[in-house]
């Protein structure tokens, strides 16, 4: 139902006649318009009945109250009206303060009038964050002079500040965050000294921070100015003042902002005497100096220190005493050494531990399993050195992320692990690890919770084993790059793996097919044939199968991967066509990366593709992923022309079909591959021109017809084709125009080329240059093998001479013979 309006009134200012059937209108449940404007509407116990029937109104989105005699109890309905937009109270009787409890529920309000109403008392909260609020702060802000707390956080809210907020000199709290504000910090900022929170993290801001804006906010507690654009220099001598400071953070995201850390002669700040800090963020600037150590020297209290991706060096200095609440440190990504040897006394409570991407240079500290409560540890990448020590995996019990990657680290792995019954994540890669994997044993709570195990790039051998199998929760399994035989079997992961790299390793067949499969990376291995099963995975989006012994038709059951966006065959020996059912494929989308669904560890794994384009390997990560796709058949045998239906695969941004013994024309269907961005179709034997069309890719960027037998004018150096050099087309004798520097008036085809039928598919391809230049060779080795024959042997150099003689000497005799008869004969007569 659309809607429904009371108007009751006589005239202008007077009284209503009488009241309306309220308690009608509950049978309306779809209503969606209500105008009860001017009417009897007041606070009684009749007011309360019809309370009640109106809060049944569920779908009511405008609401006409004004011109009534409503009071403040009789608007306790309103919050039975989650889909109300519009609220009119205007012209009512509603008085004193006005609380947000009245209004709490109405989550899809845009518009509330309360004009002439008989409120008093100040408005001290105005919260509108997490909504869709578009547009700019209004200017005129400033007029609510009694406000204290101001938020409009998680909205779409966009331009620079107003400098109305100046005025609100009573503003306490300041939430802009996660909004996509710019501008500059307005200077009149500073006048808000009164302000304890202000978050403006996760915009648009840039320029220099306003010295006099950080003097001024001495009375703050917390301070956000992450993830924005500012730039220039910054030093924490600005806070020497704050002594009520407890949340510092000031994480950049550009790298144009230089904190300096360093302690300036002659001061210490305030907060390195007053013990109040707890939290402190300043990654991903550009500050060069060394450990603030003083930071948990002179602050107790502190519980979460992140300085991740600085240029941080020196030793990871701790204090002498227990911090007792530190609960994450993440020092990630600088050029730190020297981890205390009693770390794990010192922070005996931590649940986060970031080193990774430092210096470190010794053993794996046993002191680590002193912190009980640890989840997260992270030291990959570094030089640690020696064997993973028992007290980490004994104390450690309730650790969820172990990430040990790019280090020297040796020794078993799994029987050490055993007590980790909590490990969701598990990360080794780039080591010297080694063991036999038939032996590990998985059941139970024994690895039996890993999401993620990740043991590429080390030394294990021996066959993977039915124990993968009771790892039943797991989504990601690397092990790339080790000397893992056999076969691998999907029986009991099948349900959850959707990301399996086993590549460069001696795994022979069948190949895995486990249903869930997104990513399937076999490169480098024994494998010789290609199941039919393979089509039943209608997941997969990565294939790739080069360097294996592949051989045979290529199945068309490959045809069956629909979501397929990257596909590698090359450095097989796959025989025939190629298959035209490629042209049904349609390019999935890439997930950017995976998350692991647990609060525990709020782990990521970003997803690395390395694939062939552009005449090089190219490891593709992160969200380009999104965006690449490619066929890469190279190195292989097939023959026969290339199916028009490849020129369909519109989505594809690299084919490399190079080093085969392709034939026939180049297919003018390629023009339609408008996204391509690198064509390599060399050392093949196609024939015919380059179709004149391509010049319409315009984001090609490598191209390559190199060593075939094409023939005729060069497509013009127009667009993309004007960056391409002699090298893209060299090996085509017949070709010519830029940049082959060949005349086309000039050179013209060999007859019998000329006029060769391309529509009819050749089983041959002749090569001239190579033909003249075996032909002579041949020739030339015949003649001195004849001649040393002759020298080394006088019978057969008697015989030979006497050939010749035979040959030369009684055919010119009876030349001179039959002439001289001829001659006798005429003078007889």
Known sequence: MGGVIFDNWEGEFQRPRETIPVQELSVFESLEYLD?????????????????????????KYLYLSWNAMNKDSMKFLGSLPSLVYLDLSLNHLEGPLSSVELENLKNLKVLNLYRNYLNGTLPIQDLSYNNLEGSIPPNIGNLSSLKAFSVARNLLAASLPSGLCQLKRLQELDLSQNYFEGILPPCLSNLTFIGLLDVSDNNFSGTLSASLIHSLTSSWYLDFSYNHFEGSFSLSSFKTHSKLEVLQFASNNGKLQIDTENPPGWFPSFQLKFHLQIVDLSHNKFRASFPGWLLVNNADLEILKLRNNFLFGEFQLPPFAMTNAVMVDVSGNQIHGLP??????????????????????????????MKNLQVLDLSYNNFSGEIPKELTVGCNDLRVLMLSGNKLHGQIFPMLYNLTQLRVLQLRNNYFSGNLSNVKAKGRVLGNLALL????????????SWIGNVTYLDILVMRNNYLEGQFQCEGISRSVYYLDLSHNLLSAPLPSCPRLQHLYLQGNKYRSIPGIIGLLTSL??????????SGLIPEELCELKQISMMDLS?????????????GIRNGTLKKDYVLHSTAEQSVTNVEVDFLTKHRSNTYKGGILNFMSGLDLSCNKLSGRIPYEVGNLAWIHALNLSYNQLTGPIPKSFSNLTQIESLDLSHNMLSGEIPSLLINLYFLEVFSVAYNNLLGRIPDMKAQFGTFDRSSYEGNQFLCGQPLNQNCSIVSPHPLIKFVDQSKEKWYGIDPVLFSVTFSTTYIIFFLTSIIILYLNPYWRRRWFNFFENRIYYPAYDFISSIVHKACAKLCW
């Open 541 to 550: 989006k990565v294939l790739l199968l080069s360097q294996n012994l592949l």
């Open 454 to 465: 990740d043991i590429g790039y080390n030394f294990m051998t021996g066959n993977i084993g």
């Open 571 to 583: 450095l097989n020996s796959f025989s025939g066509s190629i298959p035209p059912c490629f042209q």
């Open 341 to 370: 040897e009693n770390i794990g006394k010192i922070l005996p409570h931590m649940e986060y531990l970031d080193l990774s991407g430092n210096t470190f240079e010794q053993d794996l500290l046993p002191s680590i399993g002193d």
């Open 36 to 60: 009860l404007s001017s009417n009897a509407l007041q606070g009684s116990s009749s007011t309360a009945q019809n309370s009640r029937n109106l809060s049944k109104l569920k779908e009511l």
